[in-house]
């Protein structure tokens, strides 16, 4: 059985597809191959000129025409059920953003991997934060983009307990290949005692909740670790240097410059930073929330 | 750039009659052979750095995790590459250098219809390069929006987006004004005797390809220009954080841009029509179907573009109606195929560079189309789209079908060019690196593409690894086949090329190598009981 109900007929149709066209390719090159040989100058010096023939053209129009519609049939028999999604499904919904995937569960809770039982129909609305990603499980042969401002979604039925890789195929920016997470397929009794543990949303402060929010943290780490930029643990108070208008210059973490690098991001460049690498997010978090995420850099030290 | 006189009275166009000399008589020059030959050295040059580019990744790509340079580097090289590969080097390809260089010697004419213009379009496409690469070096920072330009990204990055929208906007020009050039050239300058239905097929391809020129380009220009204008004026065409629809920009995009598939290989389907008959000394077979069956393409070609936005979200109606119309436009693709092969039989068959290319294409072009047939239908396009499989699937077509296509017509006509031969030797053994090291560097991108492997990844997980190191080794063979291939034809002159060395039957084999500057002095006829591709 395939590893999502998918599988069978979507694979089905590949090798339909393929078993047709490696047919033709090895037939039309093994006969190309012989003409080439056996009319070769050497052994066929004299071309002889033949005439156009309607009937082989007939032929040779309607035997490909008849098989891509059969391939066209298989192509669109596999993919229709992906598109009648289940009335019992479990609604999960997926937040895509620069560069993480999140999954929110009913009640609001939210996990960082993909997690579902067995055998039960799940439905992912998704939903994008920015710009265009795509949710891709190549091993239960399924993808839709995660488009903002659309209500696009997916479904489908895990039938093998296991984890699979989860990834986005819609170049999303400079970390588009890091946009990666698991889907672990646990029996039902499992899932019903993850989703117990699963913390509630609120659990976690709210500048931790706001850095999140704007993925701050696609490119911040908040445990020290590098991904693109600094890390924010240990960042409030700490002495960086910093380019202004070309000149490098000493300052200190405090609540002013941390304003300046979200608004005006470009202005105080950290050594080593090129330009342009992070957009300004005035308009986009208030002046408000700021002090939030201020007062949770300040905690960790 | 001199060359003594052949037998013919008349000086050949390689000589500098006019009132400049040297460098500025090439670039003053309207006469449509000499800028053919421009615009195939200028594509060689940034074929030669796409290629480059192509490596550097592939060298990134040897290891998973990061090898040589980051990830904003990686993304703004597969950038480039694909505009330079796309945008100066496959779309205005071989209709710009043998559609200049050939077709009015295929069709009897003197010139283009409007030779001024011609040098115009070719001066707005060198601009439209420049103005291309200049976004590499200006602003903030190469562009990191892959060739596609997909909003919002390409709204909201920072990157010098602009500059390269507007390159490609200039060089849509180029494309728009050769295209119409053509398509007068043809209706009014054929020779006596010369009937639509007796022109020879690369000018057919030629023909269906410069109506997709003119209809489809102005379409790709308004929305690059939306882009600018959403850049600059915020106004809310494509962002939605603006109020715009992202999805639309897709449409407007692939509504040039799939056809614009069709501008790269009809002319490359064109070339090898060419190839096979002369090198099996045989009229080609199913004339009038393969000259249809390219404005069927051209036709049908505009109204499959949404089969690359299956997975959108568009309606499932909209998407079984393009992945049908999709598999309609399969077939007369078929039909040249089955055509060509059928010349074959019972000709005289000379295996030379050009026909040996033009093997090579047929087998890579069957390879390409067959893999896009998974890509049309639409439960497996949901798997494989926007992974290393569709870029195995268009490198098949671009560059095993346009690439090969392009290489095999510079073997063919080079000693009608440069009225010289080339070491055919040396020739053969440019194929046998090309066509091995492409294999190797493409087919094992279908499989990590089956496995998963989505494209323009930066960095992948470890079960790909094998698949991208045999492709970085294809990749370094096709390099030497190529540096050959550069190494037979321009290091050093090769003996005197007769006037017709293939035994061709199309008109430019009766004029000398290389042609006088006004192509014929006794114009061409086609007899009424003629056809072009009549032996004897
Ligand atoms: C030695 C030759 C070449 C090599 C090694 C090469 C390699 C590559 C690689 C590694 C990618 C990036 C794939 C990814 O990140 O997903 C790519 C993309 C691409 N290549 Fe090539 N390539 C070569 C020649 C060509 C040619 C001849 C053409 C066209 C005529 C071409 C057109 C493209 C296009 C359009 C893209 C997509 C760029 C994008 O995703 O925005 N390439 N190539
Ligand atoms: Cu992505
Ligand atoms: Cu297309």
Known sequence: MGASNFVEGVDLAFKIIFGISLFFLVGITTVMLYFVYRYNRKRHPQAVQIKDNNFLEFTWITVPLILVLLMFYYGYVAFSPMRNVPKDAIPITVIGKMWVWTFEYEGGKQSPVLVVPLNKAVKLNLHSDDVIHSLYIPAFRIKEDVVPGKKNYMWFIAQQPGEYDVLCTVYCGLRHSYMETKTRVVSEEEYAAWLKALPEKSAEPDGLVILKKNACTGCHSIDGSKIVSTSFKGLYGKTEKVVTNGTERSITVDDEYIMTSVYDPDKDLVVGYPKGLMKTYRGIVTEDEMNKVIDYLKTIK | ?536
């Open chain 2, 1 to 536: 750039m001199t060359e003594e006189k052949t037998h013919h009275p008349e000086p050949s166009y390689l000589v500098d009659t006019g009132k400049y000399k040297g460098l500025m008589a090439w670039l003053t020059s309207t006469d449509h052979k000499r800028i053919g030959l421009m615009y195939m050295y200028a594509i060689m040059v940034f074929f030669s750095v796409g290629v480059i580019l192509g490596v550097l990744m592939r060298m990134e790509l040897y290891w998973p995790g990061q090898q040589i340079y980051g990830p904003q580097a990686y993304n703004g090289i597969f950038t480039i590459h694909g505009i330079i590969m796309i945008f100066t080097v496959v779309i205005p390809g071989l209709a710009a250098v043998f559609g200049n260089f050939s077709l009015p010697l295929m069709i009897g004419a003197k010139d283009v219809a409007f030779p001024r213009l011609n040098l115009f379009s070719f001066y707005l496409y060198v601009l439209g390069a420049a103005i291309a690469l200049a976004s590499q070096f200006m602003g903030n920072g190469p562009p990191d929006t892959g060739w596609t330009f997909y909003a919002p990204y390409s709204i909201q990055t920072q990157t010098n987006v602009v500059a390269a929208v507007f390159g490609a906007f200039v060089l849509g020009f180029s494309s728009i004004l050769t295209g119409l050039n053509f398509i007068v050239t043809m209706h009014r300058m054929r020779a006596p005797g010369m009937t639509f239905f007796k022109m020879p097929l690369f000018p057919w391809s030629l023909y269906a390809t410069a109506w997709i020129q003119v209809l489809a380009t102005p379409i790709v220009g308004i929305t690059l220009l939306m882009i600018i204008a959403e850049r600059w004026l915020r106004i809310g065409f494509f962002d939605p954080s603006l109020g715009g629809d992202p999805i639309l920009y897709q449409h407007l995009f692939w509504i040039y841009s799939h056809p614009a598939v069709y501008i790269m290989i009809l002319p490359a389907m064109g070339v090898i029509t060419e190839i096979i008959p002369t090198f099996a000394l045989r009229r080609i077979f199913g004339y009038k179907a393969i000259a249809i069956s390219s404005l069927a393409i051209a036709s049908v070609g505009y109204f499959v573009w949404a089969h690359h936005m299956y997975t959108s979200g568009m309606s499932t109606t909209a998407r079984w109606v393009f992945s049908l119309l999709t598999f309609l436009v399969a077939v007369p693709s078929a039909i040249k195929v089955f055509n060509w092969v059928t010349t074959m039989y019972k000709g005289s068959i000379s295996v030379k560079p050009p026909f040996l290319f033009a093997l090579g294409f047929i087998f890579l072009f069957m390879i390409g189309g067959m893999t896009g047939l998974s890509l049309g239908a639409l439960a497996t396009n949901i798997h494989v789209h926007d992974t290393a499989y569709v870029v195995a699937h268009f490198h098949y077509i671009v560059f095993g079908g346009v690439g090969f296509a392009f290489f095999a017509a510079i073997y063919y006509w080079y000693p009608k060019m440069y009225g010289r031969m080339y070491n055919i030797k040396m020739a053969n053994w440019s194929f046998v690196f090309l066509f091995t090291g492409f294999n190797l560097l493409y087919f094992p991108q279908f499989i990590i593409g089956m496995m998963g492997m989505p494209r323009r990844y930066f960095d992948y997980l470890p079960q790909f690894t094998f698949g991208h190191q045999l492709s970085f080794w294809g990749g370094i063979l096709l390099v030497i086949g190529f540096v050959i291939m550069l190494i037979t034809l321009f290091s050093k002159k090769g003996a005197k090329a007769p006037d017709n060395p293939w035994g061709g039957r199309t008109f430019e084999w009766n004029i000398p190598s290389p042609p006088p500057v006004e192509n014929f002095d006794i114009m061409p006829e086609l007899g009424v009981n003629e056809g072009p591709y009549d032996y004897k």
